[in-house]
């Protein structure tokens, strides 16, 4: 997986200088992320009774050979410069509905691989091995870009795919019993709501997830315009920006998962939460390039502990016939929301400038993780 990650954020950032440079537009920018997450906002629900009834490894091969084809798509248009910015969006789009599925099946397999006892370090690692490539990845596209081409960048992300397709082929899943295929699939969604919806601590822990992707995550998107207008950098430079966000997620992950299965989980989230929104807040202020490098580190080192700790009280509390939709939940709202983040963000940085639009997510994370952990005390003692 590693491999393919690597490639997979290679080709994000050659993808997001390829818009930038074709529009030059920090609206465009933000509607083609708005409309890459889409289908996942549309989907992934329905793509949770699927992951809950059909083998995951199937949809797993399935999934990956659809990125692989997309990503040589994307490469031959590019490099027959016949590509436009109508073409991104579709591919995007795609993209975006392989994800949905791809997604909750990926997640909720990990449990059927290493079980309960071993969760926080499972997902911690597979935590780490995404963030080594987010370090890697953008960090060798700078270089790649002015290479060999943003092309090339998307025929190795094409290539990379055929190392996670070998191996889930020797992958041996204990997989629970599947559910019945032919039950009314509106049944079964509307069950996996009601669950959601009758607990207090799984209802608030995707909330959580859903307003940290819709106002804190769209700062990625907003790179490239920190990298050429704010911080003067160039696309090397912007490779590094992301590097060191992903440099903070790494330590994250593998400080997690030292951890192990500790008691504290509750504690260090609210902890994290407060951490990435001041981050944000900071990295918005700089006009340094060192300064804002280490205000990243910190984003990526807040936001993966969030997100972890929150992945593993959710698969801990939830059973396993309910596993696949309530990881559907989680996705739904921790990339679902990410197109209306991407879109606002790419609105308000048109009117108000890049730097206003990232310090008004961090304030409104800010405030209602204040709000909620007054409100609901038992998220602190998960």
């Known amino acids: 997986m590693f491999i393919s990650l690597v490639g997979t954020w290679i080709q994000t950032v ?81 993209n975006g509905a392989v994800m949905a599925f791809d997604a909750p099946a990926r997640q909720s397999m990990v449990v059927e691989l290493v079980g309960k006892t071993h969760l926080l370090n499972a997902i911690a690692l597979n935590s780490a091995a995404f963030n080594a490539a987010r370090i890697v990845g953008p960090a060798v596209a700078g270089i790649l870009i002015a290479s060999i081409g943003m ?50 601590l799984i209802l608030m822990l995707i909330v959580i997830v859903g307003v940290t992707s819709l106002f804190g995550i769209s700062y990625i998107i907003l790179m490239p315009i920190f990298a050429e207008q704010v911080l003067k950098v160039g696309v090397k430079g912007l490779g590094m920006l992301m590097s060191a966000s992903g440099a903070g997620a790494l330590a994250a992950a593998l400080f997690l998962a030292n951890l192990g299965d500790f008691k504290h989980k509750g504690k260090l989230l609210v902890v994290s939460s407060f951490i990435f929104s001041a981050s944000l807040l900071i990295f918005a202020s700089s006009k340094t390039y060192l300064f804002s490098l280490a205000a990243l580190l910190c984003i990526g080192w807040s936001s993966v502990t969030l997100t972890s700790l929150i992945n593993t009280l959710l698969q801990t509390h939830v059973p396993d016939e309910f596993r696949g939709r309530i990881m559907s939940a989680f996705m739904f709202t921790f990339a679902g929301m990410m197109p209306f983040g991407n879109l606002s963000a790419g609105v308000l940085a048109h009117l108000w400038g890049v730097a206003w639009a990232v310090a008004f997510g961090g304030i409104c994370c800010g405030l209602f993780f204040t709000f909620i952990y007054i409100r609901y005390p038992e998220i602190r003692n998960a």
């Open 14 to 94: 050659a993808q997001s200088w390829l818009v930038f440079q074709v529009t030059h537009s920090s609206f465009l920018l933000g509607l083609v992320g708005f409309l890459g997450a889409m289908p996942i906002f549309l989907f992934s629900l329905f793509a949770g009774v699927v992951a809950d009834r059909v083998n995951k490894k199937s949809i797993l091969l399935l999934t990956q050979n659809a990125f692989m084809v997309l990503a040589f798509i994307l490469a031959v248009l590019t490099q027959r410069q016949l590509i436009t910015t109508w073409q991104i969006i579709v591919i995007a789009l795609l």
């Open 151 to 200: 092309s090339g960048c998307f025929y190795l992300n094409g290539i990379s795919f055929l190392a996670v397709i070998v191996a889930l082929f020797f992958i041996q899943v204990k997989s629970t019993a599947p559910r019945d295929r032919h039950a009314d699939v509106r049944r079964d969604l509307a069950q996996g709501l009601a669950f959601i919806r009758n607990n207090r």
